[in-house]
């Protein structure tokens, strides 16, 4: 972008951080030192439990915060709820946070992820045989339009020329991989394949993203500069008592999804198999042995490295590791 | 009488039973009525909240929005260049993707209130358009008997005006009340509250689960059905009253008809007003607002995105290409959507039994969310033109069938009573009375749907597809790229635009 848009996004942000703070719109929200506001990027699933753990089991209360935690949705944009100053930290996608960043200029730094390896990837029936990226030539692949970036890239680091495929749209609804209108489904691997045994009695397989060149991170922890600046202690709190809520969920990876039954997850549409399979499919994409959220030296090189297979070129300084140490 | 009721049962059953069977036939797609039923059994301790959390939106929705109609109806009959001046901003409103306005409102407004303030977006015009056509079009002998008695513009609007609205007005309200319930919906689908159908539907969209996305579907449907009925019935109850014969054809263009005695300049003037009034409004919001233009965008930012910065051309091309493909399939299923109202719509007249029963059916495919229906849409028309024409056709269809019903009904008796006298059939009546009676309403519809129709199809490349506008958009959404979603929610609203004055200018040429 051009130094113009720059300059006029740099004046409309601070216009914006004012009125979120005279609340006039009544965003303002956090007014006690302690409270943050928290934009997940999605209803209430087991993706989730981690926050949902800390603030049943007083985890946050302990540290002494108050955490305000609102479900996401298709039209909540994480990074626009920090812009905004609706919300003092979001879980978002590291490719619209980079963009955000490096063509708009947005002031924003990811100081944690929640996974390590994204859920996302293809998921198939395995009687199609569907192993990898080559696999899919001659198919028809239904995908969600906010994951054409990361599909075509696939393509692109296979050399397998975009036309080979037949990418048509993705609307969260597995029914068509089922009936076979489609041969696979982009989506997360952590529920889709589940429900497609459940319904269709044939086995399903799959393959991450993440396995064939794109090792990105996933529900990136994500805040302003001038929140890290100022509320940097509670940021570091939240961050522990969100890992001591993971921690506690993997403890026992079937106890929390039946526990929240009634609760979290009530008449949201999903079943507590279903909830299971996904806390237990998660469990290896998050966890670390230096702890949830934690970014190595290497992950963050492999995620600049893949960020610039489209065309994003990000600083290093776009992660800050240095809250670790004090969690 | 009873007779009638007793064949009108008989066929609800026999339809009921046949859906049953395809649905045991069909497998997952269909699921029979009896599997539906049995998972509201299943579901009975969480619909009572999501039904409750979407009545309460949607009627909050529906009373703002109204009131906004009713006042703006009022202002735009008292002052018509007021009319003029915001005739951009009401298509905007009516036009607006909800892919645009729906990220902002969770942004701007707190709690319900993104769902409400959309659900009030979604019935702001269609009621301010038909208040607005009973406003001006009223009986030539009482506005006669004001003047005579020394009456002014105030005084008519209070005796005469207002009271021969209402018809119009519960019209609108009909399809207002549907439209309320759809919109609350939407919101709710997008917001990420914790209870709505919507909430419900987009948690049980990834489940796979038919049975439980046509309950939700239907109870969405049901509460549609119940606002419009009550509409309905307010409306047989209370709109007994005698008209003039002469005048459905005295319909005022609303269009404009009183600036056609401006000069030329001054026309000019009004029009250049009527075009910018929208994007200073544009402007304004946003400023108001404070909203980071990463995700809203100015008005002039949009323009030079498409114009001036380095990548525009690039930008452009893309656009362009993604409206060729839309545009072509928008007018067709505009033209067959209103074709099929029609057709449906002189039902009334020749098959007045028929007419009854195509109304329950009507409304069950206009409310049932579009995503709910996408499975079957899929099996029934694949993924490309004729799907979207398809959908372009259900958005289009019950809105158009509505107004033209309505045209139908108020066709003078005398008139009619004239064909049978002379031993004309119901055929001569459609084509000597009703038609060129309702002709006024076939415009009004043209005029509400035109926008509709683009709208539709865009749903369809979204869900379907995958190409056109309405892909572009969604892509650009996981680009984080607002400046093309903002350009190509512009040129759709300038396409919505140009199709409204497109059809009204055609209606001027009629006359």
């Known amino acids: ?59 946050y209360a302990a540290e002494g915060l108050s955490v305000n935690y609102m479900p996401g949705g298709p039209n909540i944009i994480p990074e626009g709820a920090l812009l905004s100053g609706k919300a003092d930290i979001a879980l978002t996608n590291i490719l619209t946070t980079a963009k955000a960043v490096v063509d708009k200029g947005a002031p924003l730094v990811i100081i944690g992820t929640q996974y390590q390896k994204s859920p996302a990837g293809v998921i198939s029936l395995a009687s199609a045989n569907i192993k990898g990226p080559k696999d899919l030539v001659g198919k028809t692949v239904a995908c969600p ?18 036309d080979k495929v037949r990418v048509v749209p993705y609307t969260f609804d597995p029914t068509p991989l089922i009936e076979g209108n489609v041969d696979a489904v982009v989506d997360f691997v952590t529920q889709i394949p589940f429900l497609v045994e459940q319904k269709s009695g044939k086995k399903a397989s799959y393959f991450l993203f993440w396995d064939v060149g794109l090792p990105l991170y996933v529900d990136l922890v994500v805040v302003t500069k001038d929140t890290l600046k100022a509320k940097r202690a509670q940021l570091v709190k939240f961050l ?14 079937k106890k929390y999804p039946a526990l929240y039954e009634n609760t979290w997850f009530k008449g949201l549409g999903s079943s507590p198999e ?39 070129k990000v600083n290093r300084d776009l992660f800050d590791t240095s809250l670790f140490a004090e969690v | 009488m009873k007779l009638e009721r007793l064949r009108a049962i008989a066929i609800g059953v026999a339809l009921l039973l046949i859906w049953e069977l395809v649905g045991r036939l069909a497998g997952r797609l269909l699921p029979p009525p009896s599997e539906i039923l049995a998972q ?7 619909f009572p909240a999501h039904i409750w959390a979407t009545t309460r939106s949607a009627a909050a929705g529906f009373l703002l929005g109204n009131a906004a109609a009713i006042l703006a109806a009022i202002a735009f009959c008292r002052f018509p260049l007021l009319e003029q001046l915001f005739r951009g901003v009401n298509i905007a409103l009516f036009t607006v993707p909800a892919i645009v306005i729906g990220p902002i409102f969770v942004l701007v407004f707190p709690g319900d209130l993104p769902q409400i303030v959309l659900a009030a977006v979604l019935v702001y015009f269609p009621t301010m358009a038909a208040m607005l056509v009973g406003l001006n079009e009223i009986d030539p002998r009482l506005s006669d008997l004001v003047r005579i008695y020394g009456g ?26 549907s439209l309320a319930v759809l919109g609350a919906i939407l919101g709710e689908f997008g917001s990420g509250v914790r209870w709505g159908l919507g909430t419900f539907l987009l948690g049980s969209l990834s489940q796979g689960d038919a049975p439980r996305l046509w309950s939700i579907g239907l109870a969405a449907t049901g509460l549609a059905m119940i606002g419009y009925g009550a509409f309905a019935l307010i409306g047989a109850k209370t709109t007994g009253a005698t008209k003039a014969v002469t005048l459905a054809n005295k319909l005022p263009d609303r269009l404009g008809d009183r600036a056609g005695r401006r000069g030329g300049a001054q026309r000019l003037a009004i029009l250049l007003a009527a075009i910018l009034t929208p994007f200073v409004l544009w402007e304004a919001l946003i400023a108001a607002t404070g909203l980071s233009p990463i995700i809203a965008p100015g008005p002039i930012e949009t323009l030079s995105y498409l114009f001036v910065s380095p990548d ?50 009507a409304l069950v495919a206009q409310n049932i969310p579009l995503v709910a229906l996408t499975p079957i849409v899929l099996l029934l028309f694949g993924r490309e033109t004729l799907a979207s024409v398809f959908m372009a056709v259900l958005v289009v269809f019950f809105p158009a069938y509505v107004l033209l019903s309505q045209g139908f009904a108020l066709t003078p008796h005398a008139a009619r009573d004239l064909v049978r ?29 035109a926008p509709q129709a683009l709208l539709g199809v865009m749903v369809a490349e979204w869900l379907l597809s995958g190409r056109g506008l309405g892909n572009l958009l969604n892509v650009s959404r996981g680009n984080l790229d607002y400046d093309m979603i903002w350009a190509g929610a512009m040129v759709s609203i300038l396409i919505s635009v140009a199709a409204y004055q497109s059809v009204a200018a055609l209606e001027r040429l009629w006359r």
């Open chain 1, 1 to 59: 972008m051009n130094s113009l848009t720059r300059r006029q996004f740099a004046k409309a942000v601070g216009a914006g951080l004012g009125g979120a703070a005279t609340g006039v719109f009544g965003l303002g929200g956090a007014g006690a030192a302690d409270a943050l506001n928290f934009q997940s990027v999605w209803l209430n699933d087991p993706e989730f439990l981690g926050y949902m753990i800390a603030i049943d089991n007083g985890f």
């Open chain 1, 145 to 162: 339009p906010l994951s054409r970036n990361v599909f075509d890239a696939m393509l692109k680091i296979a050399e397998i020329s975009a």
């Open chain 1, 240 to 253: 522990r008592a969100s890992r001591k809520g993971w921690d506690e969920n993997f403890a026992d990876p």
């Open chain 1, 274 to 312: 279903a909830e299971l399979y996904f806390n237990e499919t998660q469990r290896g994409l998050m966890e670390t042995p230096k702890g949830v959220y934690y970014m190595s030296d290497d992950g963050i090189s492999r995620n600049i490295e893949a960020l610039a297979r489209f065309g994003e």
């Open chain 2, 40 to 46: 509201y059994w299943r579901d009975r301790d969480v």
């Open chain 2, 152 to 177: 002014r513009e105030a005084a008519l609007m209070r005796f005469v005006r207002l009271r021969s609205s209402l018809p119009s007005l519960l019209a609108g309200l009909k399809v207002a009340a």
């Open chain 2, 312 to 361: 525009s051309a690039a930008a452009r091309a893309t656009l362009l290409n993604a409206v060729g493909e839309t545009l072509p399939i928008a007018a067709l299923g505009l033209v067959s959507g209103l074709a099929a109202a029609f057709l449906l719509a002189s039902f009334t007249v020749l098959q007045p039994r028929l007419a009854r029963l195509v109304l329950p059916v």
């Open chain 2, 421 to 449: 006298a002379y031993g004309g059939g119901r055929f001569k009546e459609l084509r000597l009375i009703a038609t060129p009676y309702s002709i006024s309403y076939l415009f009004a519809a043209a005029k509400l749907v």
